[in-house]
């Protein structure tokens, strides 16, 4: 942790995990059992609960809570303000805690300005999810949700694009940015030359 910098207002409780060039803004505060990776970025306000694992190079934007049961893997963009939960059934006089349902953010994913994720659900490689959607359930890798409940609209290249694949059907794409050649089949997307197993594990 001493590779992390650390401003002087956030709080990083003993036993928390931080890699190299980790930054931590204002008024953040860590709890102990986090273990987060290197090169990522902490905004301002900040909450990161002790269950929660966090991948590299991730950026988290100011004023998100990042609650116990929630696994980022690396390279994830959360943006300001976007709320994770861990009870599906919460209640202010009953303790759930033995409850928790474990939230999974694969590799790549983007998580728009206040958008919702309700717990237990997996959200796929390089997924976007768009700006106030609320997900309720697991996102195919490159889909792209928007709305309330969340429904798929596209799907969306590793650049950050949307791609020329119909919904619904099989067809290929080009991301025109980087070349790389995208296949949807059975509703499953994969870029060229990976397995769809790779993908879907």
Known sequence: MDQAIIEASAIVDPGATLGAGTRVWHFSHVCGGARIGAGCSLGQNVFVGNDVLIGDRVRIQNNVSVYDAVTIEDEVFCGPSMVFTNVWNPRAAIVRKDAYRRTLVRRGASIGAN????????IGRYAFIGAGAVVTRDVPDFALMVGVPARQSGWIGRHGERLALPM????EATCPHTGERYRVRGGVCTLAGERASLLID
């Open 115 to 122: 958008a919702t994720i309700v717990c237990g659900v997996t």
């Open 168 to 171: 619904g059907q099989d067809g």
